[in-house]
């Protein structure tokens, strides 16, 4: 069963292992980018934009399993517990 020990343990495990990867794809995107300015290869350059996009994937990870784990476990919802609360679009234009 799900202790909320465990719990506790898997939520900070999930939120390390987003984190290292998001460290890990800015460390690729900085280092692929000083080569590409460096070499001034174009074929470098456009795959450190590549490591730029991974990165914002990566970020939205970890930012989605800090959401998903505020909140409490539940029989139903043993993982993902919480939801973003979006406001409905502005009815205005201008
Ligand atoms: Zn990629």
Redesign the pocket.
């Known amino acids: 069963m799900t202790s909320p020990a465990n719990s506790a343990r898997f939520s900070a495990q999930k939120r390390r292992v987003a984190l290292h990867s998001m460290l890990a794809a800015a460390a690729l995107t900085l280092l692929k980018l000083a080569t590409g300015l460096l070499s001034g290869s174009l074929g470098v350059l456009s795959d450190a934009a590549?490591?730029g996009?991974?990165l914002v994937?990566a970020s939205l990870t970890f930012f989605s399993v800090r959401v998903s784990d505020q909140g409490r476990p539940t029989k139903t919802t043993p993982m993902a517990t919480a939801r973003l609360k979006t406001s409905p679009p502005s009815a205005k234009s201008s």
């Open positions: 590549h490591s996009l991974d994937g």
